[in-house]
């Protein structure tokens, strides 16, 4: 038994529709697309296995499940193909789907604390490209 509650009521049916309707989107993005199949590659037991990851990390963000052991923000700092920009991109990805595939009392705190996470994420890569004599980038 988890010693905290979840944030907010999620099924993990509903993670996972929502990690599958959202890696289709961003295989299927622009921009976003081959950032991440350069991180990915194009077989779909990859691609599965990163739904999967990141259905754990959102599982123990939320339902405070503790399957997820990643560091993501290093991940994304270390990874050069990543910018500051991709996280608005990649947000409102987020948002659009959660919306489409999931009932409003999932989707908007799920979105919510996305963005929350999302916006650290951006501080952090957007330092880590940052010059080492630069102020610190803060929003």
């Known amino acids: 038994m988890n010693a905290m509650p979840p944030r907010f009521e999620l099924t993990h049916a509903q993670v996972d529709t929502m990690m599958h309707a959202f890696y289709a989107g961003i295989r299927a993005h622009p921009v976003l697309g081959p950032v ?37 923000q290093q991940v994304h700092m270390a990874t050069p193909s ?4 991709h996280f608005d991109l990649w947000l409102d990805l987020f948002e659009d789907t959660a919306r489409r595939v ?7 705190p799920w979105v ?5 996470i999302g916006a650290g994420m951006k501080m ?5 490209r940052a010059p080492r004599d630069a102020v610190p980038v803060l929003r």
């Open 36 to 72: 991440f199949k350069g991180r990915i590659g194009d077989s779909p037991d990859a691609w599965a296995a990163h739904e999967e990851k990141i259905a754990r990390f959102w599982r123990n963000a939320i339902l405070h499940e503790r399957g997820y052991n990643g560091r993501p």
């Open 82 to 85: 990543v910018m500051p920009e």
């Open 102 to 108: 999931l009932p409003g009392k999932v989707a908007t």
């Open 112 to 116: 919510a604390l996305a963005r929350r």
């Open 124 to 128: 952090g890569v957007a330092q880590a």
